[in-house]
């Protein structure tokens, strides 16, 4: 088990040492700004969460001419449907650390929601699923973080065995995202028996450090 984690502490001292202010900034936003009533702040969420964490997002809207014109539109979009956004992500107010597979639950139910009111918005009806687990993780740090650089080493990390699968994907839900977070899900667990303190931004800043 302890191989695994060969070189988790190094990690997590050059995540703190780097990269902690940085998401500190970012959830301390989501948390004072939580809901989307202001366009004001779900640009600032949008830029700064979006851009931190190289998303790609604004490349994935067809632009309609001049500087902004992506970001714009996803603001617009977001704050459009800013009802139905507060009430999926009121659903996440009951997640926290320790992660459960009940939790886990809600979390892909949600992501699912989530991606569906984008791919609205997005070229060819793609999925946004990288950016909406990014945006989701700093309303409730206990998110996974989906990118292909994490699910890449994550595959290489844990060999997919039925056992994996705790619960039948939701309706709805982001068929690569579950299967990631069932993954994630199982080195979470054996994290926690090594690191008490171990937590989902850990594990993540983990598997992108030791790619």
């Not at 990269?19 to 600032?44: E, F, G």
């Not at 500087?67 to 449907?81: D, K």
């Not at 996440?92 to 979390?107: C, M, N, R």
């Not at 595959?155 to 065995?161: E, L, P, S, T, V």
Request: glycine share 6%; net charge positive; with cysteine.
């Amino acid at each position: 088990m302890k191989s695994r984690f060969k070189w988790y502490s190094k990690a997590s001292a050059d995540y703190n040492n780097q990269l902690a202010l940085t998401d500190d900034v970012l959830y301390k936003l989501c948390k004072k700004y939580p809901n989307h009533s202001k366009k004001s702040v779900v640009h600032a969420k949008l830029c700064l969460i979006g851009r931190s964490y190289h998303t790609g997002i604004e490349r994935q809207i067809k632009s309609r001419g001049g500087q902004g014109s992506a970001i714009t539109q996803l603001v617009a979009h977001l704050y459009n449907n800013r009802k139905k956004i507060d009430k999926m992500f009121n659903q996440l107010s009951s997640v926290s650390e320790p992660l459960t597979s009940d939790k886990l639950g809600i979390i892909i139910k949600v992501h699912g929601q989530f991606v569906n009111l984008l791919a609205k918005k997005l070229r060819k009806n793609r999925s946004a699923r990288s950016f909406v687990s990014k945006y989701m993780h700093f309303h409730c740090p206990a998110v996974p973080i989906y990118d292909s650089i994490a699910s890449s080493v994550l595959r290489g990390k844990c060999r997919w065995d039925d056992g994996f699968e705790i619960f039948s994907p939701p309706k709805g839900s982001d068929e690569e995202y579950c299967y990631f977070v069932f993954r994630f899900w199982q080195l979470y667990q054996e994290l926690r028996k090594i690191d008490e303190k171990g937590n989902v931004k850990l594990l993540d800043n983990y598997l992108i450090w030791i790619s």
